[in-house]
């Protein structure tokens, strides 16, 4: 009798155990739920910020689309330049302690031949000028790296590119840390000519222009663009302030497509820089 009871009770215990066991399980499996469920959100706000970076090439124009880790790149193989290059800029981003003396300009192998190479700037007097900075991508090596892919790349003057296309860069990075997160997208503009400028042996087409456009969606959605010749003289970045529907005519890009067309409408008419100010 005592045995018996011995044994029922070791049983019930046993039992016990293994609910015990299942519900720890059972929390296991309920937490990579959780877990993978945060991930696809976090993956559908990452594609949502895609569509808002993703811009409207013209059509006709070559365009290979490629995603780094911190940018979006248009390619155009005729050019060997980039057609447009967006990012996000995060206030967590315009901070970071990659340092850019340790990378190298490379060719970017992800794109047919011919394309730009190093050698294609040497002696010919153009920067190898960065589209989306180095400097907005000092939280990561990944994405420090990718910034020096010659499909972020085009030839840009030299007091350009120190000066006053710097001067923008780092004013970008103040309204990110001010506001919180930007949108920025930027480029070559090329006007129609017979004979338009080229530099190295694959001949990489040197921009008469640069645009740049800057989008903000907090506390109001708004935007910001500037046009830059590409030339030494000096050129302020508050000067060179225009409207996105102007670099989109310049272009032909229609910027930021997946915004409510009334939202977009109304932003990309607007050119005012006190709207910034004081927030």
Known sequence: MKRNL??????LVVVAACRQSDNRVQAFVDTSKTTTEAANAK????????????QRTPKGMPDKVLRR???TTSYNYETRCPNWVAWTLTRDHTYGSQ??????FEEDTDVKTPRAT??????SRYDRGHMCPAGDNKWSREAMTETFLLTNICPQNH??????WNDLEIQCRTWARRYGELTIVCGPIFDDDDQPRTIGRNKVRVPDRFFKVVYCAEPQPRTLAFVFRNNGQ???WRRQLTTVDEVEALTGINFFPALPNAVETRIEAEADLDDWKGR
């Open 234 to 236: 000096p050129q302020p």
């Open 6 to 11: 011995f044994l029922l009770i070791a049983g």
């Open 69 to 71: 880790t911190a940018y």
């Open 159 to 164: 007091g350009l590119n120190k000066e006053d």
């Open 118 to 123: 190093f050698q294609d700037f040497y002696s």
């Open 43 to 54: 993956a559908d706000r990452e594609d949502n910020t895609t569509d808002i970076l993703m």
């Open 99 to 104: 340092q850019r003396s340790n990378e190298r």
